[in-house]
């Protein structure tokens, strides 16, 4: 039996509160399913302007002083809900840093005080813990954003005293984004120059925020065991490798779960109509419904490949370019699309869906509503990413029956398993390489598959709906990694 332990989550998102991708989900799911196992885990994010604090019942609870350098005070609001009637969740109120709609940007671009504003965040963590006597065995940062914590942590000074045995584990879910900024934001985070040295800080003259949680963090996990290995290779640490290698024994990988009280067809309220494996009717209705939605021929006969993405680099785009316009010109198939981001692939959907009008429909923006629908009315999902640290739609896809089509990377390659022609078996359609081609055959692989050989495809899908990434699992490996972490804080 686990000790109990205290955790508290740092973090820049969480849903529903505020969310640009998978880690929002992540932050969600992972401390209600600690809290379910006994453990005490609660969250910290900021109180983005654009969070609905009377729909989600957040109330003021008091103000706290955060002691930044250059010594600057900074007094914040502190604000409280508990989410899904499970985890306290305190919100730091900070009008100069998060009276703003956006998370780290708005449609014109970034805000130019990122380093600021995260570094706030992870000091106002510690200080809530302090003023609120909530003393975490663990705090568990997220990303850039909020690795700062981990040095607050190691370089406390008598404020932050009642935290000297508070262990830190850092995730790392897109090393992508490291959060370079410009080496001014340094003196703000009230830590000695003798930590601005390019072990711990500087990048090339800049501040990498990503860093000082890689230095100085007790453990580190990134989210499929799959991408651990690849952020050790030059390629896949993005310029960090070699410091990821410095810390490998502390570096697990641990895949993230599915929270299936959201995405279970068979009771998702969202969905046209409910199915499972042993009824698979509402699956039909919901492909009609989707197709109609966004004015697709109504045709039960020809597949849809569904699409639901951040419009990012990472994605594979560049290969959808070429791939799409070439699939849709020499196969029978539709293609759904729901996503927003990069203008250039917004435009390219924008002419694809005017090019192939009743085959190609597409919804820019970001839509709760329409991704359930996109994940039960699809019979093949694509992610093509070029990386994918652990990637959430497939599994969702998998559990809709709908079979995804990946890139065999990161979670991608540990949670899809590849179609075997001879048997039949498998949940989904993988492939290797970067190019164009590869993708290209493998979307003529599934369509000719769900043509050919339908009984494979029923088959195939039931497999896929049986495969559960339950969170409870993947909480008892991080909860191991807690341990690794006290243990390594507290000197054993
Ligand atoms: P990433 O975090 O890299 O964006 P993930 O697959 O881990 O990738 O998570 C993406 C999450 O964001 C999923 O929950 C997905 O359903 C959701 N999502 C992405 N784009 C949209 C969108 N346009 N509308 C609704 N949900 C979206
Ligand atoms: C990141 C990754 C994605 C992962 C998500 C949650 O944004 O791109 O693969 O699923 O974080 O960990």
């Not at 508070?166 to 080496?183: E, F, R």
């Amino acid at each position: 039996m686990d000790h109990e332990r205290k955790v508290l989550f740092v973090s820049s998102e969480c849903a529903p509160y505020a969310k640009t991708g998978g880690l929002a989900d992540v932050v969600a799911a992972l401390p209600k399913t600690l809290r379910m196992m006994g453990h005490d885990a609660r969250i910290v994010i900021p109180l983005y302007s654009s969070i609905d604090r009377t729909r989600y019942g957040i109330r003021f609870d008091r103000s706290c002083c955060v002691h930044m350098g250059r010594g600057e005070e900074q007094w914040v609001g502190i604000y409280f809900a508990i989410l899904d009637k499970q985890v306290p969740v305190w919100f730091v109120d900070c009008e100069r840093f998060f009276g703003r709609p956006g998370i780290y940007h708005e449609s014109w671009g970034e805000y130019g005080d990122n380093a600021f504003r995260f570094a706030l965040l992870s000091k106002a963590a510690m200080q809530i813990c302090k003023d609120l006597n909530f003393i975490p065995d663990v705090m568990h940062v997220h990303d850039w954003p909020t690795s700062l914590a981990c040095v607050f942590l190691k370089t406390w000074d008598k404020i932050l005293s009642p935290l000297s045995n508070t262990a830190s584990v850092l995730t790392i879910h897109n090393i992508g984004y490291q959060g370079v900024y410009h080496p001014g934001a340094f003196s703000y985070f009230g830590i000695g120059e003798e930590h601005w040295n390019p072990a711990e800080f500087e990048d090339h003259g800049k501040i990498n925020l990503l860093k000082p949680g890689i230095h100085f963090s007790d453990a580190l996990t990134t989210v499929s065991p799959t991408h651990r290995d690849e952020l050790l290779s030059p390629l896949g640490g993005q310029g960090l490798a070699p410091m990821l290698h410095d810390r490998q024994a502390d570096l697990f990988g641990i895949l993230n779960g599915v929270d299936y009280e959201h995405w279970d067809p068979e009771h998702d309220p969202l969905i046209p109509a409910k199915y499972c494996r042993r009824d698979m009717q509402g699956k039909v209705v919901c492909k009609e419904a989707l197709q109609r939605r966004f004015g697709l021929e109504v045709r039960g006969d020809v597949p849809i490949f569904g699409i639901v993405s951040r419009f990012a680099q990472q994605k594979g785009f560049d290969l959808l370019h070429d791939v799409l316009p070439r699939a849709l010109n020499g196969m029978m198939l539709q293609v759904v699309v729901l996503g927003s981001g990069d203008k250039h692939t917004e435009d390219f959907f924008q002419d694809l869906a005017r090019r192939y009008s009743g085959r190609v429909g597409v919804h820019m923006g970001y839509n709760d509503e329409v991704s359930h629908w996109i994940e039960a009315g699809s019979d093949f999902f694509l992610m093509p990413s070029i990386y994918e640290p652990c990637g959430l739609n497939q599994m969702y896809s998998l559990k809709y029956g709908t079979l995804p089509i990946v890139r065999a990377t990161g979670g991608l390659n540990d949670t899809v398993e590849n179609y075997d022609e001879g048997s039949g078996r498998g949940t989904g359609f993988k492939f290797w390489d970067i190019s164009a081609d590869a993708l290209y055959y493998t979307v003529g692989w599934a369509n000719s598959t769900w043509w050919d050989r339908p009984q494979h495809i029923l088959s195939m899908r039931k497999e896929a709906m049986s495969r559960e990434f339950r969170w409870e699992a993947s909480a008892h490996e991080y909860v191991k990694v807690y341990e690794h972490a006290i243990r390594k804080r507290r000197g054993d």
